[in-house]
């Protein structure tokens, strides 16, 4: 059963030719890191590039790069354009884009150049295999095509009609206070992009109109507490799951019209969550299929389709505070924490990873140990 379609006509998409440039450019002179032996504790970002280089976001204290051998720091004196990293992306091209509150800082492997956006009237929505796509840490959403930055803005909706009650934004440090702030952009596997909101649900954009989800389980919730759709993941059968595991959903195309259907989750979801809120804060699909989600103070959780499985994870002195995960260029799982650094997942549970001090390259097996 089709449970609820809100499109948005595709006339609210604007064509403009594609040297129109929103963003301002700033490039930084060649810089020279510094080596460094610890790694911040509060690490919001991880990726592994083309070369094998691993980079750490931290919240406050620049971007770290490992190549096995050496850790070195990025910051502000760097030509960082902010030293809270919220994200990082590679083009095609190997170049690095590193995501702050106060812009983006794209990074060539000798220089930072910073890309600002300005504030245009113009709401450009298009869509490409090689867009890239960011939300600063909620305050706008962007898109870069690889010439210019693009501020979008979502369809504005009678969000009170849809939930059945009033729906306003929430105000939190360096957050947008509108329903519609912006809280996680993701691909499915049909190349859609999905923009998950604060408290207005989920926007699916297919390069042609907009397909929103407005769940009772994606706003405010009745107790009040606001989870946010934080990221969004597809499984092997097609399915989406938006940063919970009470529902899943099933989109359909038909004549150019999207349609959605509401499935339930992991049922009965009780008997994992029995005190807690079963919301994830950050997810992604490995290569078998698999979904893993974080859960902030739960540990680390993998779905199989069948089974959910909870991994803890924790320093010698300390639970993770978990924040973010990545799978890497050799299939093994990372995770981010607010307070006790990054883990990886060795096939059985999450080790602490502090290696950096030491002179010897780590090597991967296929095992991931």
Known sequence: MIERLYLISSILII???????????????????????????????????????????????????????????????????DNSIRGIQEDKDGTL???????????????????RFTTSEENVWRLSPDDLWFNCNGNTL???D????????????????????EVVGLGFAGMNHSP???YGVDRDQDGAVWIGTIVAGAFRYDGHSFLHI?????????????????????????????????SKYEVTTID?????????????????FPDRLPYYNAGLTDTDGNLWMTTYTGGVWKYDGNQLTNYPVASRTNAALLLTIYQDNSEVIWVGSRNTGVF????????????????????????GM
């Open 146 to 165: 690889g010439h210019s930055l693009h501020q979008l803005q979502l369809p504005v909706l009678n969000l009170d009609s849809i939930y059945g009650t």
């Open 97 to 115: 884009y590193i995501e702050t509150p106060d812009g983006i800082s794209k990074y060539d492997g000798t220089r930072f150049e910073t890309l």
């Open 142 to 144: 962007i898109r870069y």
């Open 180 to 182: 519609y702030a912006v």
């Open 256 to 272: 150019s019209i999207q349609y959605y259907n509401k499935l339930p989750g992991i049922d009965p979801i009780e008997q994992y």
């Open 344 to 367: 990886r997942f060795d096939g059985k549970e999450f080790q602490h990873f502090d290696k950096f001090d030491k002179k010897e390259r780590y090597e991967f097996r296929p095992d």
């Open 214 to 246: 407005g769940e009772q389980e994606l706003t405010t919730l009745p107790d009040g507490r606001v989870p946010g759709v934080r990221s969004i993941l597809q499984d092997n059968n097609g399915y989406v799951w938006l940063s919970n595991f009470v």
């Open 15 to 81: 064509i403009s030719s594609c040297n129109t440039a929103n963003s301002k450019y700033q490039s930084s002179p060649n810089v020279v890191s510094n080596e460094v032996k610890d790694l911040d504790d509060d690490i919001w970002a991880i990726h592994q590039d083309q070369t094998g280089t691993y980079w750490f976001g931290s919240n406050t204290e620049g971007i770290y790069c490992y190549d096995g051998n050496t850790l070195r720091q990025y910051t502000e004196d760097d030509g960082l354009v």
